[in-house]
């Protein structure tokens, strides 16, 4: 879409079943789509006259996809998955990088960190696993960075800043999950910095404040807050 017109400039059809996520490229360029039929797709949005063009099909295995990400230089992509995969791609090749057992049930949420070296995914399990994806193991998969125990109950959402802030020797990333609370957390520790209460229902998503000053917090009890984490 443009917001200067309500009909669609383009439309994107090639998935068989329901497209969960969608993130458009840093290059703005083309648009990564993932779908329940256990694919991603990047759509090349310049394609005009002959229809969008499907520039790469990802795929994840029979793994139903529920959120992508991008990484900030364009190089990656991410996906998670019903049954707790974390699936990770190099967009030139549409190589897969990594394919990885990230929970012990449904992922909900995956974000890539700031230089687009790690990922987060979170999970049903009330876990956040930051996976290095530059870092093979013997098996030639990411290698894992961390395994944070962020919520009681599940963890919802996963977010990283933009930019490469830090707090602590680490670099941060922010969650929400069932329990009520959004927590923030530095990669070089496996505790929370800091435990936000005051929803009264689960925090479904988190995200950074650009300053890193402050994180946004929406919820099933219809609000949503800013919390400052100084």
Same mark, same amino acid.
């Given at each position: !879409?443009? $917001?200067?017109?309500?009909?669609?400039?383009?439309? !994107?059809?090639?998935?068989?079943?329901?497209?969960?996520?969608?993130?458009?490229?840093?290059?703005?360029?083309?648009?990564?789509?993932?779908?329940? @039929?256990? %694919?991603?797709?990047?759509?090349?949005?310049?394609?005009?006259?002959?229809?969008?063009?499907?520039?790469?099909?990802?795929?994840?295995?029979?793994?139903?996809?529920?959120?992508? &990400?991008?990484?900030?230089?364009?190089?990656?992509?991410?996906?998670?998955? $019903?049954?707790?995969?974390?699936?990770?791609?190099?967009?030139?090749?549409?190589? $897969?990088?990594?394919?990885?057992?990230?929970? &012990?049930?449904?992922?909900?949420?995956?974000?890539?960190?700031?230089?687009?070296?790690?990922?987060?995914?979170?999970?049903?399990?009330?876990?956040?696993?930051?996976?290095?994806? &530059?870092?093979?193991?013997?098996?030639?998969?990411?290698?894992?960075?961390?395994?944070?125990?962020?919520?009681? @109950?599940?963890?919802?959402?996963?977010?990283?800043?933009?930019?490469?802030?830090?707090?602590?020797?680490?670099?941060?990333?922010?969650?929400?999950?069932?329990?009520? %609370?959004?927590?923030?957390?530095?990669? &070089?520790? $496996?505790?929370?910095?800091?435990? !936000?209460?005051?929803?009264?229902?689960?925090?479904?998503?988190?995200?950074?404040?650009?300053?890193?000053?402050?994180?946004?917090?929406?919820?099933?009890?219809?609000?949503?807050?800013?919390?400052?984490?100084?």
């Amino acid at each position: !879409f443009s $917001t200067d017109r309500t009909r669609p400039l383009r439309i !994107f059809a090639g998935h068989w079943s329901d497209v969960t996520s969608v993130k458009i490229h840093p290059n703005a360029h083309s648009i990564l789509s993932c779908s329940r @039929d256990a %694919t991603c797709r990047l759509w090349d949005v310049r394609v005009d006259g002959g229809g969008p063009l499907c520039a790469r099909v990802l795929d994840a295995a029979s793994s139903e996809l529920v959120r992508c &990400d991008i990484s900030t230089d364009g190089a990656s992509a991410c996906a998670v998955s $019903t049954n707790g995969m974390l699936h990770v791609w190099d967009l030139a090749s549409g190589r $897969t990088t990594a394919s990885i057992e990230a929970h &012990d049930g449904c992922a909900y949420a995956c974000a890539f960190s700031a230089c687009g070296a790690a990922v987060g995914a979170a999970g049903r399990d009330g876990a956040v696993v930051l996976w290095d994806a &530059d870092a093979p193991n013997d098996e030639g998969e990411g290698a894992p960075l961390q395994r944070y125990a962020a919520h009681a @109950d599940a963890c919802w959402s996963v977010h990283s800043p933009s930019s490469s802030d830090s707090l602590g020797g680490g670099r941060i990333f922010a969650t929400g999950g069932a329990d009520r %609370t959004c927590r923030l957390f530095s990669t &070089d520790r $496996t505790r929370p910095l800091r435990i !936000f209460a005051g929803h009264w229902s689960d925090v479904t998503s988190v995200k950074i404040h650009p300053n890193a000053h402050s994180i946004l917090s929406c919820s099933r009890d219809a609000t949503c807050r800013l919390w400052d984490v100084r």
